[in-house]
């Protein structure tokens, strides 16, 4: 680039132009230069107005998304690798093994303590068979001891309830037309009473319910009408700053570019009577609610109300129902009540006390029987049990040395070959889905912050740069997103974009380019980035007025490859000379 003229250069070199000498003035005219280079004529922009948005562009590589890293857990020489790229797997698939003839000798010697432990088990089942019979034979004299004793018993009890029933008898005529009447109306009293406190403390608490239920009502209409409230004040308070719609767009025809539609008067006023309404709505709501939660108070003191006076019937009741119960006045009856208890005791003693003996006889069989099933094959099932877990640590020690699949999937890459040396958890072979695809990209931390998951971004293949295909960040590593709670460093701290349907077709590993529009003006003043210039710290620009250049100082905004949106310094429609 040639340096530009100082200003005061310029008016000088035009005054000794215009002192030649006379001899020079009375020459013959000389014939018109031609015209400079075209390559010498500095290049011109108009400033204009339109759109300028500021993106974030990465590089990113198609990959699966349920991309799994397979590897050995431990070191050693690869023996066999079973797989090649493209291969379909199925879980517990071996992919790959290492030389582990060691283990796989522990392996069978395990298998073969196992199998003699089986043997050994059988053998101890035959023996406690055999004393299981002994002890089933004990158990069965027992029980017919028992039975003996229980015959005995059935005569003991027959005199018992002979007795009780006489005593009941007795008691029965002395209270036929006595003080028992009196009982059993004060017992109907008293079932009447709780029946009644029932019924008192259902309604309480029904109502209690009621209130509850209309409490929770008008909260929820509080939250719903709070949500109206907010969608209707943000969209108001979209269209009072901007005069536009806040969520329908339009597509500008001179540039392409999408923007928010204008609304007529007519429309802002349908705004603003929706916000107006939505406050109502709210306010209304808002007054709804202590009158609810009034009424639950109430509710409650009427239910502790109900509950104290049902208490205190039926307590009343209970204390006559005592009294009567308790014969006072009437030896007669007490006598006969007493008679009555001394004969349900005997009763009982004698459904206990004759067959208490036999019961533990048989009860003893009965342990004696269990000691048989079990005791003699705790030994055998130790061993065997002891067994089966070095059998376990074995197939472990085995399972080391190889790659298994852990679910159905396909292969999308092998990283080692037979003879190769492994070290444990390196990743050796790749396993995914290559029907589900999307878009991974390193991101510094900066630029993660000025992300959020659920935002559209748009990709292209660098094979492919004409094609446009929709994306949005589907995941942010931890703080940024929810790719974790942020307490486990991961090692996985790509930002994940998912495709969609547009993923279909495409190759996995192949190269992106991705665009996320971070910030977007509308209809705003803009000039390309070339037109600019710095100069200790400041940015200016040169404007031409017919055949005067004069040099403004311009205040930036938001930047683009192709724009720069000029707050401060030009008018639209301004000329500005390049460099």
Avoid at 250 to 256: E, I, L
Wanted: proline content about 5%; hydrophobic content about 40%; overall charge negative.
């Amino acid at each position: 680039m040639k340096p530009l003229l100082p200003s005061t250069l310029l008016p000088l070199l035009l005054l000794l132009a215009a002192c030649g000498t006379p001899a020079a003035a009375q020459q013959a005219p000389t014939p018109t230069p031609m015209p400079p280079a075209p390559a010498l004529e500095r290049p011109t922009y108009t400033v204009q107005r339109g759109s300028v948005e500021r993106l974030l562009e990465v590089t990113g590589r198609v990959i699966p998304v349920d991309l799994e890293r397979l590897s050995f857990r431990a070191a050693g020489r690869v023996a066999a690798v079973n797989v090649r790229r493209g291969d379909t797997v199925q879980a517990g698939d071996i992919l790959a093994e290492i030389v582990h003839d060691e283990a796989l000798e522990e392996l069978a010697q395990a298998e073969v303590r196992v199998a003699q432990a089986e043997r050994d088990l059988e053998l101890a089942r035959q023996r406690r068979e055999r004393a299981v019979a002994q002890a089933r034979l004990d158990l069965s004299e027992a029980g017919r001891n028992l039975e003996n004793g229980r015959a005995e018993r059935a005569a003991r009890i027959a005199e018992a309830e002979l007795a009780l029933r006489r005593a009941e008898e007795d008691l029965a005529r002395l209270t036929a037309d006595g003080p028992e009447s009196l009982i059993a109306q004060a017992e109907r009293d008293l079932q009447e009473a709780r029946d009644a406190a029932k019924i008192a403390t259902d309604e309480a608490s029904e109502a209690k319910t009621r209130a509850q239920n209309e409490l929770i009502a008008a909260s929820e209409a509080v939250a719903a009408a709070q949500q109206v409230y907010s969608d209707a004040f943000w969209d108001y308070d979209w269209v009072q700053k901007y005069g536009t719609h806040p969520r329908e767009k339009v597509t500008d025809p001179a540039t392409g570019a999408e923007r928010h539609r204008r609304l007529d008067d007519q429309e802002r006023v349908a705004f603003q009577r929706t916000f107006e309404e939505a406050e109502r709505k709210l306010r209304a709501a808002e007054r709804e609610l202590p009158l609810a939660e009034r009424a639950v108070i109430l509710a409650n003191e009427a239910e502790a109300r109900a509950q104290d006076e049902a208490a205190r019937s039926v307590a009343e009741a209970e204390r006559a129902l005592e009294l009567l119960r308790t014969g006072q006045g009437s030896e007669a009856l007490t006598q006969a009540r007493r008679r009555v208890e001394d004969a349900r005791l005997e009763l009982e003693q004698a459904r206990r006390a004759s067959v208490a003996d036999a019961e533990t006889a048989l009860a003893r069989a009965r342990l004696g029987l269990e000691a048989a099933e079990q005791d003699a094959l705790d030994t055998e099932l130790r061993a065997l049990e002891e067994a089966q877990l070095d059998l376990e640590r074995a197939r472990r020690s085995v399972d080391e040395g190889r790659v298994i699949a852990p679910r159905d999937g396909t292969i999308v890459a092998v990283g080692v070959g037979v003879g190769d040396s492994v070290e444990p958890y390196e990743p050796v072979v790749e396993l995914a889905d290559p029907s589900r695809l999307e878009l991974a990209a390193e991101l510094t931390a900066e630029q993660m912050r000025e992300l959020a998951e659920g935002q559209p971004a748009e990709a292209r293949l660098v094979a492919r740069p004409d094609l446009a295909l929709p994306a949005n960040v589907r995941r942010l590593p931890a703080p940024y997103g929810s790719g974790g709670s942020g307490a486990v460093a991961e090692q996985d701290r790509t930002t994940r974009f998912d495709l969609g349907d547009a993923a279909r077709g495409l190759e996995s590993g192949a190269l992106v380019r991705i665009s996320v529009v971070l910030e977007r003006r509308e209809d705003v003043l803009w000039l390309p980035p070339e037109a600019i210039r710095s100069f200790e710290g400041r940015r200016f620009i040169v404007v031409r007025e017919g055949d005067r250049e004069r040099r403004v100082v311009v205040r930036t905004g938001i930047e683009s490859v192709e724009r720069v949106e000029i707050l401060e310094g030009v008018d639209e429609g301004d000329v500005v000379v390049g460099p």
